[in-house]
């Protein structure tokens, strides 16, 4: 079962900065946090993960809060091609072989 | 450097015949998962293979099979083919000890 919250939607206009929240209240210390994205009929694409620290890489950035019980990924400059549903995934990633998708957030950049 | 390829892209089966689904993992990776898509909903994860076995196993009932292959390239087997296996089948690959999996683009199952 999955164990993050997201909100179901959102909307973004194009050129601005896409926060994309995510709780986790139950994370155990040693789970990471996963974020993917899946455009339209297309396999789920990796964008970042991270265990406490805060990370950045060429896709976005990942925020998370000191206790660990949410996140935020953020997508800097938002364009249309960025329209998909993101998922929040937490996992182990020592032992937990799988990802357990829930239902995600439809994010939908705007002109 | 390939990414994780899938085939057929899509596919027609009828009410109680038998398909098998084809991937090769991204380029160095050793373990294949598996993961069935239905419509609006997210993915969800059947099976993981590692060494040619099975590792770990999602709530798939046993129509559901699968095969991984000495170069790690996989198969995936559903027997019996109800109108509800209708779906996306994702493969998905990964290091043994790697911290991300990444999917292929998917195969389309249709069952009529």
């Known amino acids: 079962d999955a164990k993050t919250t997201q909100p179901p939607s959102m909307d973004c206009a194009e050129g601005r900065a896409a926060n994309l929240p995510c709780n986790h209240s139950?994370?155990?210390?040693?789970?990471?946090v996963y974020w993917y994205r899946q455009i339209h009929s297309q396999g789920p694409q990796y964008i970042i993960h991270?265990?406490?620290n805060n990370e950045t890489n060429e896709m976005a950035s990942l925020i998370i809060t000191e206790d660990r019980k949410s996140s935020t990924l953020i997508l800097p400059h938002a364009t249309l091609r960025d329209t998909a549903v993101y998922y929040c995934?937490?996992?182990?990633?020592?032992?937990?072989?799988?990802?357990?998708f829930g239902a995600g957030t439809t994010v939908t950049v705007r002109a | 450097d390939a990414g994780v390829t899938q085939s057929p892209t899509h596919l027609i089966k009828t009410r109680g015949q038998q398909v098998t689904l084809r991937c090769s993992p991204k380029s160095g990776h050793d373990t294949v998962s598996w993961y069935q898509q239905a419509l609006g909903q997210g993915p969800q994860f059947i099976f993981q293979y590692y060494e040619e076995e099975e590792r770990q196993r999602g709530n798939f009932p046993d129509r559901f099979s699968g095969h991984q292959f000495p170069n790690y390239s996989s198969e995936l087997n559903v027997n019996a083919l109800l109108l509800g296996d209708s779906a996306l089948y994702l493969c998905?690959?990964?290091?043994?000890?790697?911290?991300?999996?990444?999917f292929g683009e998917g195969s389309w199952l249709t069952v009529v």
């Open positions: 998905a690959s990964s290091l043994a000890v790697g911290n991300t999996i990444y």
């Open positions: 991270g265990l406490k």
């Open positions: 139950t994370i155990s210390g040693n789970e990471y």
């Open positions: 995934i937490v996992r182990v990633a020592s032992n937990d072989y799988k990802l357990s």
